[in-house]
């Protein structure tokens, strides 16, 4: 159940990091662009788009309004 659940959650961290980096790229932001206009650290957003870590929901919001997608669609998940 535990490896079920961690392959998930990594796939997840996954979908997150390609959308944020392609969002960000769509844009034409650096990483420290994007940082600066969400008041993260570069090393945060670079860590984010690698999938070594996986940002709160605070910072999801921030990334998703500065890059003007919709959350929904940054998560990888379809509005119901």
């Given amino acids: 159940m535990r490896k079920k659940r961690a392959r998930k959650e ?3 961290a996954k979908v997150i990091a390609q959308r944020l980096k392609e969002a960000r790229k769509n ?3 650096t990483q ?3 940082a600066q ?3 993260l650290s570069q090393t945060a957003v670079s860590a984010y788009e690698r999938g ?3 940002p ?3 910072n999801l ?3 998703a309004e500065a890059l003007e997608v919709d959350i929904y669609w940054l ?3 379809e509005k119901k």
């Fill in 10 to 12: 990594r796939k997840f």
């Fill in 75 to 77: 998560l990888g998940l």
């Fill in 37 to 39: 206009a969400t008041g």
């Fill in 32 to 34: 420290q662009a994007l």
């Fill in 56 to 58: 709160t929901v605070t």
């Fill in 61 to 63: 919001v921030a990334l």
């Fill in 52 to 54: 070594f870590m996986e």
């Fill in 27 to 29: 844009k034409g932001l």
